[in-house]
């Protein structure tokens, strides 16, 4: 068995949309990123390559890429769900927490559990998603940007 924790952070402005654990979520202020800005996603994607041994999410989707500008993170995820299979991994579960004061994230979570576990190929129960604030201290708390946490449980595939 093999964790790894992953944290991301963006900052929020306005008439950008909101993209949280693949999902679209309405607000008036998105995340600043050359992707998509999913924070949650980037946080999974760290704790995941985090397991493997393997090096952050910057080494392999660089920021200074074209080809990485404005795509969506369930793509990058897909990629990073490649490395760990190839590694011989696979997922037993992720933990993550979205900490921001709006909006309130607890009606997406259901979808967001369901569009990551499709990407990953696992049971919707194998991930867990919390949200919380941080009673209006910090850059979270001011609402200037959305942080996530994420820790990932693996097991090495049996051979057969």
Request: aromatic residues 4%; negative net charge.
């Amino acid at each position: 068995m093999r964790v790894g924790i992953g944290y991301d952070v963006h900052k929020l402005e306005n008439n950008i949309p909101l993209i949280l654990g693949g999902v679209s979520i309405p607000h008036e202020k998105g995340l600043v990123a050359h992707s998509d800005g999913d924070c949650l996603v980037h946080a999974i994607m760290d704790s995941l390559l985090g397991a493997c041994g393997l090096y952050d999410i910057g080494t392999y989707f660089p920021d200074n890429k074209d080809e990485f500008k404005n795509i969506s993170s369930l793509k990058l995820l897909s990629k990073v769900n490649e490395l760990i299979t190839d590694k011989g991994y696979e997922i037993r579960n992720i933990d993550s927490v979205i900490i921001c004061e709006r909006p309130k994230i607890k009606p997406y979570i259901d979808l967001m559990k369901e569009t990551l576990s499709s990407v990953l190929n696992i049971d919707k129960e194998l991930i867990s998603i919390k949200a919380t604030t941080e009673e209006k201290l910090g850059f979270t708390g001011k609402e200037e940007g959305i942080a996530c946490q994420a820790v990932s449980l693996l097991n090495k595939k049996e051979s057969n």
